[in-house]
């Protein structure tokens, strides 16, 4: 079965072709700045948001290839 990775970050498609990862790219088009947003209002730290954009951009792909695996994957630089 070939994964659909949620993501448009090239260096994941890289990670899973390298590992001879049957996969293709589904990017979700959630509003990653809104969901951001709204997550440090409530006071979300770093990785609370890195595990939430990657749960939502999962969810919304997964939602339309219900059959499917999905990889949903974020990363948030914090200084």
Known sequence: MKLILA??????KQILDKYKIDNEVMVSNVDEDEVKESLLAEGANPLLISKNL???????????????????ADSVVSL
């Open 7 to 12: 993501s448009k970050s090239g260096v994941r």
């Open 54 to 72: 990657a749960e939502i951009k999962a969810l919304k792909v997964s939602s339309r290839n219900p059959d499917r695996l999905v990889l949903g």
